[in-house]
Every structure is written in C-alpha cells, then in structure tokens.
C-alpha cells in the first residue's frame, strides 16, 4: 500500500469519525440548551459578555 493511499484512508477514517460521533452529541447538547434553558449556561454567556466593551 502506498503512502498516499494510507492518507487517503486516514483522512476518510477521521471524517467518518467526526460525522458519527462529534456532530450529533453537539446537536443534543444544543437541543439540551435550548429547549431546558439550564441556568449554568445563562450565567456562562453572562460571564463570557462581562468583560466586553459596549
């Protein structure tokens, strides 16, 4: 097998890696935010703006 064609799997390895595992749990996680509206997440974007100029 060449290098070239053990990049080419790697790269379609992590890609299939990323679709099936990191993007649904963000989506929960934003279905999760948006729907139970958690305090620790309001009082997070508050801290985060503190600081911001106007």
Do not use: C, G, H, Q
Not at 21 to 46: D, N, Q, S, T
């Amino acid at each position: 097998m060449k290098l070239s064609e053990r990049i080419v799997y790697a790269a379609i390895i992590i890609l299939l890696d990323l679709l099936v595992f990191v993007l649904p749990i963000m989506a929960f996680v934003f279905v999760y935010v948006i729907l139970a509206r958690p305090r620790w997440f309001r009082e997070w974007v508050l801290r985060l703006y503190e600081d911001a100029p106007a």
